[in-house]
């Protein structure tokens, strides 16, 4: 191994942490907690840890004794002001780690970051936040990052955080408060905010991870973020599509768990012959009484067991009776072993043909989480449970409702397929009886009177944001004998809320407005729906919240006929209150905005006749059994539609045959069927199904052709063959990227039909035309080369220009995976396909800058590689020759200009895959021309200085385009880096 790339790391990796000296230093000592220093930071001024712990824990108990949270606020504003005053590295970094530090930890942990600044604190925080935006040009700047991180969340100050001079002994609390969610929003905008932070620092955290693999920081970081990050507040931002950040959580995800040795990709074993049922599996952390168990329950309650074999699979299980429900209702109830690797070999040893996730896997990472990377059945699928995309690639199907993600709207939204039901697509179910009520509540224990029209909502606290806040303060004004009672502390959603700092804010939000603040009632958490249900009946009218508008919580108002007030939305967390509604024709409802939200509510207000016959319609339409609430018809409706998914992956995935009398013919009904496919391709092209079986029935042709003789091509493709065949190449589908079995096959047509001299080689060529897409595959003088009855149909695609671009635009116009939004991830994570080049001159390949492939490199390495597929059809071809000689001095110098310490980097990337196709392009076999017998002497003068002088690694890259196997060796090839040897030996023939 070369000696100068040993420990060396990427100037990314160097960015996020360093010592004052600028060195990298070892990941234990960045992310692995330090032991107690031998020196304290001491002082005689501040509380002791003791005494601090027990002010926090007196807060925890009473919240709203104010006096404790003022001697809080008084220790952080000490705490602060001691980071501020230190003048060296050295001793910020004892104080840190000693008492101090611990206090300020303490205090991180005590929540009262949640509650409002006084006018001093926010005077105080102005001064630091700008401090901190000034970013940390010295390591000693990030005292000003201590001091704000005890007031304020990241999102909220403005860190810089690219390439931020981290201290070692910082690193790993940075990073979990970099990560760390917020519990409650207190000023307006501040969600979208959050969102927009997050979408920035993951970007940057996710391209550094892609960039640098190996790198052990990188990979401790990803799994900090796995195991830190909580995704529940990105729900309530405005924007309606997250897809791109959960992309990216998806890939961190896997990322961390293939470095951890999980096998996530899974061919499943044969599916018996005789098996005659579905073999359905129910994922769920547990079984217990809760929003989820409710809504999963219809998904199995009452499916056809003639038809289905349903497998119950728990991650814990505590024999609730809820749960004996569920297992009554399946044929196998299984609660997993602990272990995340035994957990999925439980499940595939199953042989699953669905697994159905039940649980909310798109909030936070736990067990269920980590489960729905891995392909565990056949076909993998999720809901509404989990309220948004998972990004992960091996969940197939998003099942909703055509009320709750109309495609046309929400398609664009999902990496899954989207599949709807007919209406909103949810059900609740809850088969235990309700319990006698234990609160007893009056109007007046509220301060009403029979006059005063009573207000309530139970929406969560999280979906209560600042501009929810704002809205019913509107709508208190506007109804002046009125009150506003919530309820607002789910026991489902978590056991510690910040209760206080909610109040405490709400009630600014009301004094803002003139509103007494005892016109606002908070109910502390119920204990059963019977008790909410208690409160419900005193009220007049229920607030539902918005953007993210309720589900399960709007059944209790409407099983009491409580008339409510919705929004409808553009995403189905926005939509599943006003989809409800539509199923009971309630639509009159619903609003479309604030300013409808708000007349529709003083409207049900100060129209008591109308309110109380909008009651009396709901009462009316509930008692019909909703479809909401319809058990047997969701499970009939479901069952129906896992047949549905199963069926079409029976047609994709089971063993096809060509369905012919003899090799030499395809049936009518083949022909037909590929002609079908191909014209709902060109009607929807984002259907993967579709695309699926379209790459089925185009193997099938290639093989076909390569199949039939020689001398019987004419005739055969004469033909019925010839519609079907001239159908699919008109397709697009060559468009779509390929597999990796697809690119082995193209290679194996490319190397038969090369130079035409082969005597199949137009059985390759014509199997081999399926998959270039036009106008990027040429044949030299077709016309004189190619037999007189294919040449017209030829021409008609590969040489016209009006045929090629006129399909390449239609299938980027319909295709969303060629967005602009996911050309990025698509260079990340896929290989570049030999059939996307397009020859382009006069580009230069330079050194990127940046984490990703910026558009020149790109383009480069499309004509390299659209060059390199030319030479592989016809190396006579001297057009192709001259412009290879080009793109390999390019190369060349590329490599010999790179830095050494990133050639391994850029040699594992996109730029290592481009030079790994010149390289076995065959080449080297052309004679050298003058110019190049001269740069060839020049790199072997350099070499002769022995494999571990420097920048031997960069020339022995460039002499490898210019040599044949024979005439380069090396002796101490053990030298080599590891990321260069396996590739150096198949190029030697070592391999």
């Known amino acids: 191994m070369v000696s100068i790339l040993i420990n060396a790391e990427t100037e990314a990796e160097t960015s996020l942490v360093k010592t004052t000296s600028q060195e990298v230093v070892s990941l234990e000592s960045q992310l692995i907690e330090q032991n107690k220093p031998t020196h304290n930071f001491e002082t005689n001024l501040l509380p002791s840890l003791v005494e601090v712990n027990k002010e926090i824990e007196l807060y925890r108990q009473n919240q709203s004794d104010k006096s404790t949270l003022v001697k809080l606020q008084e220790v952080r504003k000490q705490i602060a002001d001691s980071w501020l005053n230190f003048n060296t590295l050295e001793n910020l970094k004892i104080a840190y780690l000693g008492e101090l530090g611990q206090i300020h930890k303490a205090l991180l942990k005590s929540s009262i970051k949640e509650e409002s600044l006084t006018e001093t604190e926010q005077k105080f925080v102005t001064q630091i936040k700008a401090n901190i935006a000034k970013g940390f040009n010295q390591a000693l700047d990030i005292k000003n990052l201590l001091a704000g991180m005890l007031y304020q969340r990241a999102d909220r100050l403005e860190i810089k955080y690219e390439k931020a001079p981290i201290p070692n002994w910082f690193a790993t609390d940075y990073l979990k408060f970099m990560f760390a969610s917020p519990q409650l929003f207190q000023e307006i905008g501040e969600t979208d905010n959050y969102y927009h932070f997050m979408a920035g620092w993951l970007s940057y955290v996710h391209n550094n991870i892609s960039t640098n693999p190996d790198s052990e920081l990188w990979q401790a970081i990803a799994s900090l973020f796995v195991e830190n990050s909580n995704w529940i507040p990105l729900y309530f931002t405005t924007t309606p599509n997250l897809k791109n950040l959960y992309v990216k959580r998806a890939e961190i995800i896997e990322f961390v768990l293939k470095n951890r040795g999980l096998q996530l990709d899974y061919t499943m074993e044969s599916r018996p012959y005789d098996r005659q049922k579905i073999r359905l599996g129910i994922l769920k952390d547990h079984y217990n009484p809760q929003t989820e168990t409710y809504s999963l329950l219809p998904v199995f309650e009452h499916l056809d067991r003639s038809k289905f074999e349903i497998f119950l699979y728990a991650i814990n299980s505590n024999g609730h009776p809820l749960e004996k429900y569920c297992q009554s209702r399946v044929d196998k109830f299984i609660e997993v072993p602990k272990e995340l690797k035994n957990q999925v070999q439980t499940i595939r040893n199953d042989n699953l043909d669905i697994l159905f996730f039940g649980s909310n896997i798109t909030a936070i990472t736990k067990n269920s989480t980590l489960l729905a990377t891995h392909r565990l059945a056949r076909i993998q699928v999720t809901s509404i449970n989990s309220p ?432 602009e939004d996911s050309i990025g991830r698509d260079l990340d994570t896929r290989p570049l396909k030999a059939a996307e080049a397009k020859t382009e001159k006069n580009l230069v390949l330079t050194e990127n800058k940046t984490d990703n492939l910026d558009s020149a490199n790109q383009k480069f390495m499309n004509q390299l590689l659209g060059s390199v597929n030319l030479y592989y059809i016809d190396p006579s071809d001297e057009s192709v020759v001259k412009e290879l000689r080009q793109l390999r001095k390019q190369t060349a110098d590329f490599w010999i200009n790179l830095e050494p310490q990133k050639l391994e980097n850029f040699y594992l990337g996109e730029m290592g895959k481009a030079y790994q196709a010149l390289l076995n392009s065959g080449v080297q076999n052309q004679s050298l021309v003058e110019s190049e017998q001269e740069f060839l002497q020049h790199l072997a003068t350099q070499l002769a200085q022995g494999i571990e002088a420097p920048k031997a690694i960069n020339y022995l890259l460039a002499a490898m385009l210019y040599c044949r196997s024979e005439q380069l060796r090396i002796e101490d090839i053990d030298k080599l880096p590891h990321w260069l040897l396996e590739d150096y030996q198949k190029f030697a023939g070592n391999g």
């Open 388 to 819: 948004a995309t998972t990004g992960m690639t091996p969940i197939d199907y998003y099942i909703s409702g055509k009320l709750t993600a109309p495609t046309e709207i929400t398609k664009e939204q999902y990496t899954e397929k989207l599949v709807n039901i007919e209406g909103s697509g949810l059900c609740f179910r809850d088969p235990i009886p309700e319990t006698i009520p234990v609160v007893q509540p009056l109007r007046s224990s509220w301060g009403a009177t029979d006059e005063t029209t009573i207000f309530i909502s139970g929406a969560n606290s999280y979906k209560i944001i600042p501009e929810m806040r704002e809205t019913w303060a509107k709508i208190l004004v506007a109804v002046p004998n009125s009150i506003l009672v919530l309820y607002p502390f789910n026991p489902n959603w978590t056991n510690s809320y910040p209760v206080r700092p909610f109040i405490q804010q709400m009630r600014a939000t009301l004094e803002g407005h003139g509103i007494d603040s005892k016109r606002l009632v908070v109910i502390k958490a119920l204990p059963s729906k019977s008790d909410i249900k208690k409160c419900l009946e005193l009220a007049d009218i229920y607030l539902d919240s918005f953007p993210y508008g309720g589900a399960t919580s709007l059944i209790d108002p409407l099983m009491i006929g409580l008339p409510p007030v919705v929004v409808e939305g553009n995403a189905l967390r926005f939509r599943q209150a006003s989809a409800l509604l539509q199923e009971i024709n309630m639509e009159d409802l619903i609003a479309d905005g604030e300013e409808s939200y708000v007349n529709l509510a003083v409207k049900l207000a100060t129209n008591s006749e109308w309110r109380q016959q909008k009651r009396q319609e709901i009462q009316e339409k509930m008692q019909q059994n909703p479809s909401f609430l319809d058990s047997l018809s969701y499970s009939t409706k479901i069952g129906e539609l896992f047949q549905e998914l199963f069926e079409q992956w029976q047609n994709i995935h089971l063993q096809k045959k060509t369905e012919s009398t003899n090799k030499k013919s395809l049936t009518p009904k083949f022909i037909n069927r590929l002609v079908g496919c191909v014209n709902l391709y060109k009607i929807d092209p984002t259907d993967q199904s579709l695309v699926e079986e379209l790459r089925q029935l185009r193997k099938q042709i290639a093989d076909f052709w390569l199949d039939i003789s020689p001398k019987e091509l004419e005739t055969i493709y004469q033909g019925k063959v010839r519609q079907a065949y001239l159908a699919l190449l008109a397709s697009g589908i060559q468009n779509e990227p390929q597999t990796e079995d697809e690119e082995k096959f193209l290679k194996e047509l490319a190397d038969q039909s090369m130079g035409l001299t082969n005597p199949k080689a137009i059985n390759a060529l014509l199997g081999g035309m399926l998959y270039f897409p036009p106008g990027k595959m040429l044949v030299r003088d077709a016309k004189n080369r190619l037999p007189q009855w294919l040449i017209n149909d030829y021409k008609q695609v590969f040489e016209s220009r009006e045929v090629a671009q006129k399909l390449e635009k239609t299938f980027q116009a319909k295709s969303p995976h060629l967005s």
